[in-house]
């Protein structure tokens, strides 16, 4: 069968980049809604990752388990399944205080957003490897 995660991908890359984008943007320009829009952002981002989650956990069962790039799918996995615990725990917190951008824990707020941006790229990077190096799904 044809692999469906690929097309799953793109939203959660897309939509936790916007997020931290238009979080700079509101650090900048304070405009109320750069930081709604972060948020949101964010959700949708998250609703991707655990579709990206799914259609990949299912490739990935398609996978022999004998063969040798399990280790590589596995160390993929692996960063996209710390997105769903990164973006968790930066949701919790826009949930426990939504005025955390203005407050004195935004810098932590922000960090987590960078860190989490940062494994979206090494988690699609990854990705890539796979599928254009290793040629996972495809032989
Ligand atoms: C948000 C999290 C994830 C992102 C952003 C992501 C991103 C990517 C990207 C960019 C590719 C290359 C697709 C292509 O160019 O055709 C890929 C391939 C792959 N990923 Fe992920 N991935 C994520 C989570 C996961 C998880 C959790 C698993 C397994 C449990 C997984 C398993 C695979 C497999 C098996 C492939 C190669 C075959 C295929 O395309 O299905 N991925 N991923």
């Not at 405009?31 to 949101?40: D, G, L, P, S, T």
């Not at 399990?70 to 917190?93: K, N, P, R, W």
Request: proline share 4%; glycine share 12%; charged share 15%.
């Amino acid at each position: 069968m044809y692999p469906i995660h690929p097309f799953v991908i793109h939203f959660p890359i897309a939509f936790f980049t916007a997020s931290t984008l238009f979080m700079i943007l509101y650090l900048s320009e304070k405009e109320v809604a750069f930081e709604k829009a972060a948020y949101y952002c964010m959700i949708f981002g998250y609703i991707g990752a655990l579709g990206a989650f799914i259609t990949g956990s299912i490739d990935f069962s398609h996978l022999a388990e004998t063969d040798p790039r399990q280790g590589a799918v596995s160390t993929h996995a692996y960063c996209g399944a710390s997105l769903l615990l990164i973006y968790g725990v930066e949701i919790g917190l826009r949930r426990k205080y939504p005025k955390i951008l203005d407050g004195s824990r935004r810098w932590l707020y922000f960090s987590i957003a960078i860190l989490g941006n940062g494994m979206v790229f090494v988690t699609g990077w990854l990705g890539g490897q796979l599928v254009y190096g290793l040629k996972v799904g495809i032989e």
